[in-house]
């Protein structure tokens, strides 16, 4: 029976996995494939091969028993009455349950083409079955707050952001009279902006579940690091901008502006398998997290705040992202990349390097953003750049209204299919977790 459950959750992790890779993935590279820089397929293939490796390589090795302590396990375990072992029963139907649900509304929304938080619906879900199992005070209140908080932080930080980096490439590239002798002088500053954010984005959301074992990777060596690589590309750049753009100041502006957004192709595909690498080193949690966590109490029969995550399980994980996204992804990447405004690379680059910069920046404030909300704040700041015509009203509309509802959304689903499982499966389950503990 246990090996059944242990089935069954796999399959709702892959599935959760899936899920992410077809609405979180497909942000990542929407940029690039809007701006005409990739091709869906060749975006798949390389978001692919980022995602899979940030999940595997550094994908977190341990993860909470409940994803992002909304609920402590242990408030559940003190409940009056509880008999052997149905602290640890509930637990497993209570994950079961938020995996499912937010796995069912990650369907929904990318089915719609929305791009919703995948970090926002385990949060609901998580919070539903808690409330249900031990009360309102077993949810903390507080983390829900800042969560709420971060629906309106995110996406005006990265649209301020977007909108001040392509007002100064709009000024002083393509504004210009001669915009490939401006771009000459003008973009490698924003390619050291690119790596150097880029590369603490890496070490800091791609690298920080491995930082603990590299003690030489402290802050200040970080920001060294960065700003070396950064200063290398950006010399390394003027020399290949300058030789692309000889001789083209002369051509008329159109000719001149097709050959300087050129040069910020190869950025804008950089920049987007940067946010996808870091995106399955952290991301990848959020679906094998709880089945990790149900693994281990159906194991051992107890519960701990934190349990390790085998191998094997961020394999399936990240194998799962990158399915989802080759299946499923293009609807949501139609929406972020071609339906909310219109995107060129040098429009793409901005709102990458906003949604990165404020991404990290938040992080390092222990602020909890979310990359999908932060992203399409991104780029609604380009479009407003152009003026308010220049975004789909229609669109960014259905887009916000699908934020607000994601965490009642998936917290309503959660406590229905917890009631559904305590009514029906609690008592075996019990027996199952007190056997395991022998």
Known sequence: MDVFILLFTGLIGSYMAWNIGANDVANSMADAVGSKSL?????????????????????S??????????????????LPNMRDGEAAAILVLGMTAALLCA???????????????????????????????AGWSSVNWNKMTQIVASWFISPVAGGIAAFLLFK??????LGREKPAEAAKTYSPPIVFLLVFVVTLATIYKGLNHVIG????????TSFFI??????????????????????????????????????FVPLVIFSSCSVAFAHGANDVANAVGPFAAIAYIIKH???????????????MGGAGIVVGLATFGHKVMSTVGTKITEITPSRGVAADIAASATVLICSRLSLPVSTTHTLVGAIMGIGLARGLGGINKSVTKRIFASWLITVPAAAF????????????FLDSLIEILLAARG
């Open 39 to 59: 091709s869906v397929k060749n975006a798949v293939i390389l978001a692919g091969i980022c995602e899979f490796s940030g999940a595997v390589l550094v994908g």
């Open 168 to 173: 100064f490439i709009s000024t002083f590239i």
């Open 413 to 424: 689903l959660s406590i229905i299919l917890f009631l559904i499982g305590r009514y029906f």
């Open 103 to 133: 796995a069912f509304w990650l369907h929904l929304a990318t089915w719609v083409g929305m791009p919703v938080s995948t970090t926002h619906s385990i949060v609901g879900a998580v919070a539903g079955f808690g409330v249900v199992a």
């Open 226 to 263: 960065s700003t070396a690589l950064g200063l290398l590309c950006a010399v390394i750049s003027k020399i290949w901008i300058s030789r692309h753009l000889r001789g083209k100041e002369s051509l008329p502006i159109p000719r001149q502006l097709e050959e300087v957004e050129k040069i």
């Open 61 to 78: 090795s341990v993860t909470e028993t409940i994803r992002k302590g909304i609920v402590n396990p242990n408030v559940i375990a003190a």
């Open 301 to 315: 029969g107890t519960v701990q705040m934190k349990v390790g995550v085998p191998l094997p399980i961020l394999v």
């Open 213 to 220: 074992g590299l003690h030489w990777l402290t802050g200040t």
